[in-house]
Every structure is written in C-alpha cells, then in structure tokens.
C-alpha cells in the first residue's frame, strides 16, 4: 500500500459524468448506492476475516503483514467465491423476487382479491 496515496480525497472524487438514474426519487438512487457501498465493504471485511481464521487455525499466531500478503488457495478462493455468491444472494433477494414478479403471467394481487370478493 503507498503511503503517499490519499485515500480519504480518492474516496470523496466524483466520478466523471452523469450518474445512472434508477427511481424517480432522487433519494433512492442514493440510499441504493449507499446501500451497495455498504455491501462491498462488508463482503471485503468477510474475506479479510476469513483469512484471520485460516491462519490463526494453520498457525495459531500470525504477524499484520501475514494478513495483508495472504494468497488464498485456489479451494480457499473457491469456498470465498461460494461464500460471496450467497451474499449477494441474500442481499439481492428483494430485487430478486420483484424481477421475477414482473416477468411471470400472475396478476396483481390487488385482482385476485378483487375476484375472490365478487366470488
């Protein structure tokens, strides 16, 4: 890691261009966002424990920089991207399930309701 890079000023940049919109409230296109930053650095913080736990079981002690050269196996790394996989599953449910939602031939529950009243 160069010491020289200030990564508080990197972080604060804004990106070149117009951001993507979503939603047609402006809030929500940024509580996503937020959102989603939030997801990324819990996935890394997942991985960076995970290889607290590997080499504390492989060695029972370790020193920082053990931590930050750490190179997982290709099983290690295989198990991680499961991991991560699952993750984002569970974080991307709700989209998920109104994709889905959108593309099957159901109607709107509002309308079974309705049916089911008349009935």
């Not at 160069?2 to 508080?8: P, Y």
């Not at 998920?96 to 049916?115: K, L, N």
């Amino acid at each position: 890691m160069s010491e020289d890079f200030d990564w508080v000023a990197a972080s604060g940049r804004r990106a070149k261009g117009k951001r993507p919109d979503y939603f047609e409230d402006p809030a929500l296109d940024r509580l996503y966002s937020t959102v989603f930053a939030l997801a990324a650095e819990v996935s890394a913080l997942r991985e960076r424990q995970d290889t607290l736990e590997r080499l504390l079981e492989a060695r029972g002690t370790f020193r920082r920089e053990e931590i930050e050269t750490f190179a997982p196996t290709l099983e290690e790394g295989e198990e991680r991207g499961l991991a991560t996989k699952a993750y984002i599953a569970r974080i991307m449910r709700g989209f998920q399930q109104e994709v889905e939602a959108m593309a099957a031939d159901d109607p709107p529950i509002i309308d079974v309701v309705e049916r089911l009243r008349r009935e």
